[in-house]
C-alpha cells in the first residue's frame, strides 16, 4: 500500500464548476499537508499548506484535513482555465511524500 | 521565495552515457534535493545534499548510479550515469522554503529521455 493515495484523473469540468480534489494517506505521523501545482514544463509550486485538522481558505481555494480520517481535500471554486494543471497532495513527517497527482482541465 | 534554475532544461541522450544536471539557487541554503518525476507517476526524493558532507541517498538510489556534487551553498550537481531508457524523466531539484515549515520551492525540471 502506498502512503500517498491519489486519484490520477484526469478530471475534465466547465468553466465555473467547483473542483474537489482528494488524498488519503497512511502514515499517522504525517504532520504538515500541502497542495502542489504544476503547471505542464513547469515545476511543481506550493499552493496550500496547512499544520493542523480543519479548512484553510485562500481566495477560491479552501483545503481540507481531515486526521481522524487520513483524508485530504483541496477545493477549487469557480474554476478557470487557468486552473488547468498537474495537482499534487503532499505530507511530511520529516521528509515530504506526494501523491502521484490529479490532471484536472477546466474548460471555457 | 527562493528562484531555483536548472541546466539543461531538457536533453535526449543516447544508453550507456550520463548527464550532469545543475541546479542554481539565487540565495544561499543549508539543504538541496533531487527528485525524479516519472511518467504519470509521483515525485520520488533520490536524496538530499547539505554542503560540505556526502548526499544522503533514498532506497533503491545509490551513489554509484546518481552521484551528487554540492561545493557551495548555492549549486549542486546530479548525474545520471551509464543511462538505459528507464532512467527517462524529469529530474528536479529543490530547497527548503523557510517560510512554511517542511515545504519546498522546486526548479523547473530536466527532462531527459534515453534512447
Known amino acids: 500500500q502506498k502512503e500517498v493515495e491519489q486519484d490520477p484523473g484526469p478530471l475534465s469540468v466547465p468553466e465555473g464548476a467547483i473542483v474537489s480534489l482528494n488524498c488519503t494517506y497512511s502514515?499517522?505521523?504525517?504532520?504538515?499537508f500541502m497542495w502542489y501545482r504544476q503547471y505542464s514544463r513547469k515545476g511543481p509550486e506550493l499552493l496550500m499548506y496547512?499544520?493542523?485538522?480543519g479548512n484553510k481558505e485562500d481566495g477560491r481555494f479552501t483545503a481540507q484535513v481531515d486526521k481522524s480520517s487520513k483524508y485530504i481535500s483541496l477545493f477549487i471554486r469557480d474554476s478557470q482555465p487557468s486552473d488547468s494543471a498537474t495537482y499534487l497532495c503532499?505530507?511530511?513527517?520529516?521528509?515530504?511524500?506526494f501523491g502521484q497527482g490529479t490532471e484536472l482541465s477546466v474548460k471555457p | 521565495s527562493a528562484v531555483i534554475s536548472q541546466k539543461p532544461s531538457r536533453d535526449i541522450c543516447q544508453r550507456g552515457t550520463s548527464l550532469t544536471i545543475q541546479c542554481q539557487v539565487d540565495?544561499?541554503?543549508?539543504?538541496m534535493f533531487w527528485y525524479r518525476q516519472q511518467p504519470g507517476q509521483s515525485l520520488t526524493l533520490i536524496a538530499t545534499?547539505?554542503?560540505?558532507?556526502?548526499?544522503?541517498?533514498e532506497s533503491g538510489f545509490v551513489i554509484d548510479k546518481f552521484p551528487i556534487s554540492r561545493p557551495n551553498l548555492t549549486f549542486s550537481t546530479l548525474t545520471v550515469s551509464n543511462m538505459s531508457p528507464e532512467d527517462s524523466s524529469i529530474y528536479l531539484c529543490?530547497?527548503?522554503?523557510?517560510?512554511?515549515?517542511?515545504?519546498?520551492?522546486f526548479g523547473p525540471g530536466t527532462r531527459l529521455l534515453v534512447l
Open positions: 529543490s530547497v527548503e522554503d523557510y517560510s512554511h515549515q517542511e515545504t519546498q520551492y
Open positions: 502514515n499517522s505521523a504525517f504532520q504538515y
Open positions: 496547512t499544520y493542523s485538522s
Open positions: 503532499a505530507m511530511s513527517g520529516g521528509k515530504l511524500i
Open positions: 540565495s544561499q541554503v543549508t539543504m
Open positions: 545534499a547539505n554542503q560540505g558532507s556526502e548526499a544522503t541517498y
